[in-house]
DNA sequence: CTGAAAGCGCTTACAG
DNA sequence: CTGAAAGCGCTTACAG
């Protein structure tokens, strides 16, 4: 079987006790014991069995990733990949390891947030992807877990978040139409299940006030982030008000979805409408006209959720984090 | 704290072993005595510590996902959100935890195979998205860790691996080009660091072969699965060989790098030249003309993977199991 | 049908 | 500087 610190103590003439001493850095060692124990212990090929460390530490060295909507129906979580990215390199630092739970809203038995996390005792959890209706979350406004939400705030004493700034963002995007002479400017908004829809909606108001242009209801329409949503909420908004030149939305799916609609009609982009989006998916840059959008660093996002989680574990206090956001100006966009 | 074993032993008024065996299932409890226990447990808001639990048995009930390029150079993975997704699904009836060890081939300190898997005494691993040439594949060949690969054929007593026919699926894909009218076909393979690469060269050459089609050494170039690649290589092919009217190529993303590079050429794709890709990312029916391609399923292979390596570490022989591809005709080639 | 005891591989007061 | 012992929360022969 696998070699334990005992065998270790047995060929080095010592205690498990001293082993695990000299292994773990502590300073009441002696140089020479610890080196020889170390030498053993390479020689042997040890490899410590973090179940057992666990079991008494009662720290996994585990963190716990929850994302909802890995699978939203007929598209995969555009940029997921981005922030796990992030997160992986923002975890390998500090050694831990990391244990993804996607939680299925559809689904029956959904597992309490703290039963989750503590069947496996992990140390900590970044949540992702969660609607505010969830049930998740008033647990985790009460949970003792060290947690870094993405794009949800919450804030207590064990609880953080991180985030881009949305007003800000959705402010650029909306006053970068208006620099461009638009003054009808529909608004293609996420669901109202999301933090991020008020946020950017608050954003989008901001630019329309501070320019003099009165906001209107019907210029405005909530939807779910999809490319089919964009799709049908275009056409309903330009038929209903033919005088909109252009058009924000709160993601790039739902901005390529208008792209398509407004193809359909026989309208041409920049020509006839302007279009934005939010998020710069990879997507985005590939299709004719290219996307001009709002860059969210979900690397970065994921990065500092991960840096951030550690602190929190380490007794710091949680914040809110943002992530820098950039207007990235391509075709889809135009003077009139 | 948490409640124990011991707290509900204490409650019912019986030992440890007793309730140990009562939530276990074992049939040697009086139903009376399960009963009681059953209903304090839940009382108490009792969940079972699955590290103590491992540290005893020696099975976690978790495997680890083992991913490779999770991020290349420029792009992220195309479909691994897909097999995710799929080996969620497929380790979530036998309740197995995954954790996610995302191996970086160009980072100094890769963690041997066997370490990785033994750190966390995971049961088994799903590996996917290794290049031929990584030493986790001669460690593989002789682990005693279950495990299943993607798409590299490993077999042996532990070890199994799924993957599309992937021979079957390049034949059928040239020939779909011949029975076009197609006699000059290019192919644009991966990279010769991967298992599939050889796959799918000998299912051209079996296409070419069986209609008669001379072979030709110039007509194949092995480059690395990405857009620039395609790019690349269509250019110096088309250049070098005028006389070509197809280009089947082992990835999307390369076709779509052909795509481009045809545009660049001022050649019209299906008019001057047909393309053809492989894996039908999302991309492929989104752009103009749409890709003709051949579909993977990717949420089947990652679900199948999983209920593999469930079988394996249930004690069942590993096999190789096929998934089914499939031919998706759409614009971009077309009969000459 | 039930319980006392040993043990999984570690860590950590405590004593020397 | 070092070791004996207790204990983390479970499971599992073994005995009754």
Redesign the pocket.
């Known amino acids: ?6 065998d270790i ?1 047995k060929y080095a ?12 850095g502590y ?8 080196e020889k124990i170390k030498k053993i212990a390479e020689e042997l090929n ?4 973090s ?3 666990g ?4 720290r996994t060295h585990t963190v716990g990733l929850v994302v909802s909507e890995l699978i939203k129906p007929g598209a995969y979580h555009p940029f997921f990949l981005e922030i796990l990215a992030g997160i992986k390199a923002g975890l390998r630092k500090d050694k831990y390891d990391l244990i993804l739970y996607t939680v299925d809203p559809t689904s029956q038995d959904v597992t309490p947030y703290e039963k989750l996390c503590n069947d496996r005792k992990v140390d900590g959890a970044i949540v992702e992807g969660l609607k505010l209706s969830d049930p998740y979350i008033e647990e985790i406004k009460n949970t003792e877990i060290p947690t870094v939400l993405i794009d949800i705030p919450i804030l207590n004493d064990k609880v953080g978040y991180v985030s881009s700034d949305n007003v800000q963002a959705a402010f650029e995007a909306t006053s970068y139409l208006i620099k461009l002479g638009h003054k009808n400017i529909g608004f293609i908004n996420g669901h109202n299940d999301a933090a991020v829809s008020f946020e950017r909606l608050e954003g989008y108001k901001k630019a329309l006030y501070k320019n003099n242009i009165p906001y209107k209801d019907e210029y405005v329409v909530f939807d779910d982030f999809t490319q089919d949503g964009g799709y049908n909420c275009f056409r309903k908004m330009i038929f209903e008000n033919p005088e909109i030149t252009a058009v924000f939305h709160a993601s790039d799916l739902m901005a390529i979805g208008s792209l398509k609609a407004a193809q359909d009609l026989g309208m041409r982009v920049p020509d006839d409408v302007s279009i934005v989006g939010f998020d710069d998916i990879e997507l985005s840059s590939l299709i004719t006209p290219g996307l001009t959008t709002i860059r969210q660093e979900n690397y970065k996002i994921g990065y500092m959720a991960a840096r951030h989680l550690v602190s929190i574990i380490k007794g710091e206090k949680p914040r809110h984090i943002i992530i820098p956001h950039r207007l990235i100006i391509r075709q889809s966009a135009k003077k009139i």
């Open positions: 079987m696998a070699v334990t610190i005992k103590a003439g010592v205690s498990v006790t001293t082993v695990s001493r000299a292994l773990n300073p009441d060692v002696s140089e020479e014991t610890r040890y490899s410590p069995n179940i057992a460390r079991l008494v530490t009662n």
